[in-house]
């Protein structure tokens, strides 16, 4: 199943939600949003600087990973950014597929 890192910044009315219910209680809500989708959640953390939240999902595909950036988005409560994560197998995949690519200007 493809993993994804998503982070995420906690908007005014977002950060008020946290501050009532606490970290414990967003973890719960990530894991049901994520299982609503056919989704796993490998770990969820919090952090300072320029993003506040980060997490490690595994989702059956793009459009699972869509639905859920959507429906968080949606909410008003956070802005999200989703990085797809690659193994090192699929590197390999990659690097063994030979493409020809013309820069611009060449």
Same mark, same amino acid.
């Not at 300072?48 to 968080?72: K, M, Q, R, W």
């Not at 989703?82 to 090192?88: H, N």
């Given at each position: ?16 939600? +946290? +501050? ?36 490690? +999902? ?11 950036? +959507? ?36």
């Amino acid at each position: 199943m493809p993993k994804f890192m998503v982070q995420a910044r906690y908007t005014a009315s977002g950060s008020k939600g +946290l +501050l009532e219910k606490g970290g414990s209680a967003r973890k719960a809500a990530v894991h049901e949003a994520v299982e609503q989708v056919g989704g796993t959640v490998e770990c969820v953390y919090f952090a300072f600087g320029s993003d506040d939240f980060y997490s490690i +999902l595994e989702l059956p595909d793009n459009a699972s990973a869509a639905a859920l950036s +959507l429906a968080v988005t949606a909410s008003g409560a956070l802005t999200t950014k989703a990085v797809v994560l690659l193994t090192p197998e699929e590197i390999d995949e990659a690097v063994a597929k030979s493409v020809a690519f013309r820069p611009p200007g060449a």
